[in-house]
């Protein structure tokens, strides 16, 4: 059974970073490296939304708002997902999921971003 355990959310003044991390386990590093994997966010009384999305080949993809201030990045050795969040912004607080190939998630980390 493939589980996703996020870590690394906290409580952050504006203009701060987090770096979230996400690692699967119940799957081994050869089918791990095939997977898309995904960083979701789901602020209260908004829908969930794909924030960053790294493909097997590690070709990237953003939501229009975080492109230039998060990174997503993936080591396979380690069966894990890396989000780094820079420049953080209040409206970047959320709950925020990993997923695997839109298939598995992960239970979630906070994020607020406030002053």
């Known amino acids: 059974q493939v589980q996703l355990v996020e870590s690394g959310g906290g409580l952050v003044p504006p203009g701060g970073s987090l770096r979230l991390s996400c690692v699967a386990s119940?799957?081994?590093?050869?089918?791990?490296?095939?997977?898309?994997m995904g960083w979701y966010r789901q602020a209260p009384g908004k829908q969930r939304e794909l924030v960053a999305a790294i493909s097997a080949a590690t070709s990237t993809a953003y939501l229009d708002s975080v492109k230039g201030r998060f990174t997503i990045t993936r080591d396979n050795a380690k069966n894990t997902v890396f989000l780094q969040m820079n420049s953080l912004k209040p409206e970047d607080t959320a709950v925020y999921y990993c997923?695997?190939?839109?298939?598995?998630w992960g239970q979630g980390t906070q994020v607020t971003v406030s002053s």
């Open positions: 119940g799957i081994s590093e050869s089918i791990f490296r095939m997977k898309p």
């Open positions: 997923s695997l190939d839109a298939e598995f």
